[in-house]
Nanobody, 117 residues
Framework: LLQVEESGGGSVQPGGSLRLTCTAP????????ITWYRQADGQRREWVSN???????GYADFAKGRFTLVADKVKDTVYLQLNNLQPEDTAVYRC???????????WGQGIPVAVSS
């Protein structure tokens, strides 16, 4: 079971930007993927983006054109850049390691993102 450490987030006005960081030591060398989810109060968890072990990156429709996932495999870190944030993006964001073999992790503690004017 790999560990994840999350950081970043905060409060911004609509149109603002934030960068979320997910560090999972060992994920790159094990050929694992990283996925991001978010959950707003009273809402179901929804998928945001993922990095497959192949290097292919996927985005939810609401994230396309606004969110960018960048991986630094040397640092075993994945960044999720959130641009043009809107109030509906307010949620707790979490990352998780996924894949076969030992590519699993618990959910991180979560990164609160609040967007309001």
């Amino acid at each position: 079971l790999l560990q994840v450490e999350e950081s970043g987030g905060g409060s911004v006005q609509p149109g603002g930007s934030l960068r979320l960081t997910c560090t999972a030591p060992g994920f790159a060398s094990k050929g694992c993927g990283i996925t991001w989810y978010r959950q707003a109060d009273g809402q179901r968890r929804e998928w945001v983006s993922n990095l497959r072990d192949s290097g292919i990156i996927g985005y939810a429709d609401f994230a396309k054109g606004r969110f960018t996932l960048v991986a630094d495999k040397v640092k075993d870190t994945v960044y999720l850049q959130l641009n043009n944030l809107q109030p509906e993006d307010t949620a707790v964001y979490r990352c998780q390691v996924y894949g076969g073999g030992t590519c699993h992790s618990d959910w991180g503690q979560g990164i609160p993102v609040a967007v309001s004017s």
